[in-house]
């Protein structure tokens, strides 16, 4: 099948945008798990940001595949629930090209079993929504899997970002 010229050229240009690295200002980090080393990621609603600023806020949706509690664990002396799940999201673009991937959720220690199922399963997906995007490109965190790209991004300081608000007064946007 061939391109149009206006087809190839929008391509081109779609790639271009998901071959540019995350910024400094959409990266997090975290402890690493048992006090090992920090964790750098993407917070799951900045991905989502950029994934409608790329795509347009209707070139793209995603679906669960599948939403699997793997564990509810009751622990009769403290009373509390260990709850843990997972997820399969398909990220679909306007055209029918989609990826899927797998996403994790879990909670230690809560009081409350639905709010744990609650979060485990809302993390799972946003967690599985991430990694769906990142196949897409660098700009909706591949970059993120380079080791040597995390390490030096998170020395860049950045100033906290700051959002416009809908003024429905003035009927307009204001900083």
Not at 31 to 49: C, F, H, R
Request: glycine share 10%; charged share 25%.
């Amino acid at each position: 099948m061939e391109l149009s010229e206006e087809t190839a050229k929008n391509i081109a240009t779609l790639q271009a945008k998901l071959d540019k690295k995350l910024g400094p200002e959409y990266i997090s980090t975290r402890p690493g798990p048992g006090g090992g080393p920090k964790l750098t990621y993407a917070e799951g609603w900045k991905i989502i940001n950029l994934a409608n600023e790329v795509f347009g806020f209707n070139g793209w949706s995603s679906s669960i595949i599948n939403l699997t509690t793997d564990y509810i664990d009751f622990n009769e002396d403290s009373k509390r629930y260990n709850v843990g799940a997972t997820a399969i999201v398909r990220v679909t673009l306007r055209d029918g090209v989609f990826h899927e991937d797998v996403g994790y959720g879990n909670l230690e220690n809560s009081k409350n079993k639905g709010q744990a199922l609650d979060k485990c399963k809302k993390e799972a997906v946003t967690d599985a929504v991430k990694r769906a995007l990142r196949n897409f490109g660098n700009l909706l965190g591949n970059c993120l899997y380079d080791k040597h790209y995390a390490q030096e991004i998170v020395k860049i300081k950045v100033p906290p970002v700051s959002f416009l608000l809908f003024s429905p007064e003035e009927n307009s946007y204001s900083g």
